[in-house]
């Protein structure tokens, strides 16, 4: 028993001490507590009442040094509760907790090792501390078991706030700090700053100190981890003022994420002669990843949140009930290869007296078709912004060729140069069985003739909508084309023919036109479905990439 080294307990804090214990059996175990009238003075006297009479046991088992709890409160051993009334394995350099005291142990020696002290002066001569590398994690299964708890804690917080605030009681709970606070870029007046989001100290004084603005900066400087021991013989004018107005003698700061532009910065401290044991540097930059990690994955749940909505809008600014016609049967549909897609899509009832509510029935129907290039959010507003203006201009009672003209300059004006849009616009009259159509660089259009089951293009003489040189003069005559029993106008955008197969082919219009040809007598709606499929299927993938938008129109007599 007596082969073991002795045990240095010093205890942290502004009235800091150390006390030297030789090796003694189970059987007698030094205590760590607080003194009362009735009971023996503890071999470690600590003054406060929230301590428990013996709240610690200390003693060699075969030939090591263990320790139980005893007090009422627990105890934490490297920021963990140790179990009650088990003797449990103690190393050099663990860090005691009990109520607001914090004890340090070395075994054999007072002094716990640490990485070797760097002094950091203001100023560009300063010699620079450097990124704190990887290091094997003292009490490993300790901290390990705090950082599965850390990991578990940070994963189930709603937002920003609550990742910081579980981030900074994480690091409290660890026994190895005085304070700790996450800190965030705000712009104030012109000026940049860090601001604190969550903090905790271990009183209130210290909690009003400042943060050392030199540390900050080191860490934003080299983009890793500092850590700044403050010397005890560390004088004179090369001292930073902002370590000296914090009253910290151990800092570690450390960006999240790391690279070139961390949002947010991890801060530890210790006051008093305190030093920040080496296991707890890797730790806090463990905590700080988990942190990031969340964050981003807050960002991105948020993203994932904006754009389902953004789904949500376009799609309910698409047709879901398609005007009724007296002899005809229609189908619609737009699938974006993204959340938001690009096609613009519409089916406007009109009557004499104008449009007609959704679903009711008309007299005759204006059609749009278009596609915006690019994909995602940009490209579903401005397909959003050709609906609109497309359906305001039906209800104006303007002539396809007047929508179009207005469409195209105001496009000219909102889109950046390399974005277009092409569209097709067609307005059907069931009285004569007509389509007068203008398309707008949009292919994609055919007429199937059922008695000779063949596909007529509708040809696209315009140039596309958006920024080029004006085209009022080039906009030409509407076509007409007459729609005989049976026959069949189909608009498609380009993300059907031109869905790929994993080798690169493309699926091509043949391929649709041969489903058409199968399903002639079936339902549009059936059409659509087998077209769908077909895409999906030669190209082996969930979604195309590219939007996929289809209306249908059959004279049924």
């Keep these: 028993m007596h082969s073991a080294p002795p045990l240095f307990v010093t205890l942290l804090g502004g009235s800091g001490f150390t006390v030297r214990l030789d090796p003694v059996d189970t059987t007698s175990p030094l205590t760590v507590g607080r003194s009362t009238a009735l009971g023996e003075a503890p071999t470690v006297a600590l003054k406060d009442k929230t301590v428990s009479g013996v709240h610690l046991e200390l003693a060699v088992r075969d030939g090591r040094w263990h320790a139980r709890s005893v007090g009422k409160a627990g105890t934490l051993l490297d920021g963990s509760f140790m179990p009650p009334r088990q003797w449990t394995l103690l190393g050099h350099g663990a860090t005691i907790g009990i109520s607001s005291f914090r004890l340090r142990l070395g075994i054999g020696a007072e002094s716990v090792p640490h990485l070797p002290s760097t002094e950091v002066a203001d100023g560009p001569a300063a010699q620079r501390p450097q990124a704190v590398g990887r290091q094997r994690l003292e009490s490993a299964h300790v901290r390990l078991a705090a950082l599965l708890s850390a990991a578990r804690r940070i994963a189930t917080c709603a937002d920003e706030t609550a990742v910081a605030e579980a981030?900074?009681?994480?690091?409290?709970?660890?026994?190895?700090?005085?304070?700790?606070?996450?800190?965030?870029?705000?712009?104030?007046?012109?000026?940049d700053t860090w601001q604190p989001v969550a903090l905790w100290a271990s009183d209130e004084r210290i909690r009003r100190l400042p943060i050392s603005r030199t540390v900050l900066s080191e860490a934003l400087c080299i983009k890793g981890t500092v850590r700044l021991d403050v010397s005890a013989d560390w004088r004179g004018p090369d001292r930073p003022e902002s370590v000296l107005e914090s009253g910290a003698t151990?800092?570690?700061?450390?960006?999240?994420?790391?690279?070139?532009?961390?949002?947010?910065?991890?801060?530890?401290?210790?006051?008093?002669?305190?030093?920040?044991?080496?296991?707890?540097?890797?730790?806090?930059?463990?905590?700080?990843?988990?942190a990031a990690l969340a964050e981003d994955q807050l960002v991105r749940l948020k993203y994932e949140q904006d754009m389902q909505h953004a789904r949500e809008i376009q799609q309910g600014s698409f047709p879901a009930q398609l005007p009724e016609v007296d002899g005809y049967e229609m189908a619609a549909r737009s699938t974006p290869a993204e959340k938001c897609g690009g096609d613009a899509l519409d089916c406007i009832g009109l009557d004499d007296r104008g449009v007609v509510t959704r679903g009711s029935r008309a007299s005759r129907v204006m059609f749009l078709i278009g596609d915006v290039s690019g994909h995602g959010v940009p490209a579903a507003l401005t397909s959003m912004q050709a609906c609109g203006m497309t359906?305001?201009?039906?209800?104006?009672?303007?002539?396809?060729?007047e929508i179009m003209r207005e469409l195209d300059a105001q496009l000219q004006e909102d889109l950046p140069i390399g974005t277009y849009m092409t569209a097709w616009c067609g307005l059907l009259e069931p009285a004569t069985h007509t389509v007068e159509a203008l398309s707008a660089g949009q292919g994609g259009i055919f007429v199937y003739r059922y008695a000779t089951e063949e596909f007529e293009d509708i040809a696209t003489p315009a140039a596309w909508l958006g920024p080029k040189p004006p085209i009022d003069d080039e906009i030409p005559q509407p076509t007409r084309t007459a729609?005989?029993?049976?026959?069949?106008?189909?608009?498609?955008?380009?993300?059907?023919?031109?869905?790929?197969?994993?080798?690169?082919?493309?699926?091509?219009?043949?391929?649709m036109k041969d489903i058409v040809r199968a399903l002639r007598d079936r339902p549009c709606e059936e059409i659509i479905d087998a077209l769908d499929r077909g895409a999906l299927e030669f190209s082996g993938t969930p979604a195309t990439k590219d939007d996929r938008t289809a209306i249908l129109v059959r004279r049924l007599r």
Excluded: N
């Excluded at 069949?488 to 391929?511: I, P």
């Design 483 to 511: 729609l005989q029993r049976g026959d069949m106008l189909m608009m498609f955008t380009d993300g059907y023919w031109e869905s790929r197969s994993a080798a690169g082919a493309e699926w091509g219009k043949r391929a």
């Design 391 to 401: 359906r305001m201009g039906a209800r104006l009672g303007h002539s396809l060729t």
């Design 167 to 191: 981030v900074v009681d994480i690091l409290c709970e660890s026994g190895d700090f005085d304070r700790a606070a996450l800190l965030r870029h705000v712009r104030e007046h012109d000026r």
């Design 250 to 290: 151990s800092i570690v700061c450390t960006p999240l994420p790391r690279g070139e532009a961390p949002s947010a910065f991890l801060y530890v401290d210790t006051r008093a002669e305190g030093h920040i044991v080496d296991s707890a540097i890797p730790f806090v930059d463990m905590v700080a990843q988990l």
